[in-house]
């Protein structure tokens, strides 16, 4: 366990359907994001979080939505996915200050858009 | 954030060290070299950063070029568990949230 929490670990579901994704971490970190990778391509940041302010959303299609509670939970809850947002969805926090040890990334979710 | 540029893949016995070179010929004076792995369908696991001294840590070394245009990653005794692949990052330091961008790293297997 890496101290960054991800749930479910699998998750198959329709193009009409609404779920969401899961983060915990209880690192006392400041800074949460979303990560998405799809097959044989590098990982593609989504969303950053500072002190559950979202700082960063990189042209993600409004099917994606972030939601960042508090600093410990994030979410991502998702509806009306295309088959070609099937990827691995990680998330990772950070101090949100300095350079300690980087990032933190969970073990993510491998989400398959049926 | 700088541009790095990596082998795509590399191959090294198993017990003997794995050398991973980077290039990041337009770091700026104020940018870190990171290095994370991702073991096959995990998540990235961070190894080692470094400024422009040399580091080490339980995982590996990292040494960086006087005029750090380069930095090389030493996994002193490969074994068939860090088959993974490896990235090398530059970003700037500071405060605040801060994005790590990531490349397609070097593939490495280690060899039985």
């Known amino acids: 366990e890496t101290g960054v929490t991800q749930t479910p670990r699998h998750l198959v579901m329709g193009m009409t359907n609404k779920k969401s994704l899961k983060c915990e971490q209880h690192l006392g970190h400041n800074a949460m994001y979303w990560y998405k990778q799809s097959a044989k391509k590098p990982l593609e940041l989504m969303f950053v979080?500072?002190?559950?302010?979202?700082?960063e959303n990189n042209s993600v299609p409004s099917r994606f939505s972030p939601e960042c509670p508090n600093s410990s939970h994030l979410f991502l809850h998702l509806h009306t996915l295309q088959p070609e947002d099937s990827a691995l969805y990680l998330c990772?926090?950070?101090?949100?200050?300095?350079?300690?040890?980087?990032?933190?990334f969970g073990s993510g979710t491998r989400l398959t858009v049926v | 954030d700088a541009k790095t540029t990596q082998p795509p893949s590399m191959d090294c016995a198993e017990g003997r060290a794995a050398n991973l070179p980077c290039n990041h010929s337009t770091i700026s004076g104020n940018e870190y070299v990171y290095w994370y792995r991702q073991i096959h369908s995990q998540g990235p696991q961070y190894i080692i950063h470094g400024l422009k001294n040399n580091e080490t840590n339980e995982m590996a070394s990292l040494i960086i070029t006087e005029d750090r245009k380069s930095s090389t990653l030493i996994l002193p005794h490969a074994t068939l568990r860090d088959t993974a692949v490896y990235y090398c990052?530059?970003?700037?330091?500071?405060?605040?949230?801060?994005?790590?961008?990531f490349g397609k790293g070097t593939k490495l297997s280690v060899i039985p």
């Open positions: 990772a926090s950070a101090t949100g200050a300095g350079d300690s040890y980087g990032y933190t």
């Open positions: 979080y500072n002190f559950k302010e979202q700082t």
């Open positions: 990052i530059v970003r700037v330091s500071g405060a605040g949230s801060y994005q790590l961008t």
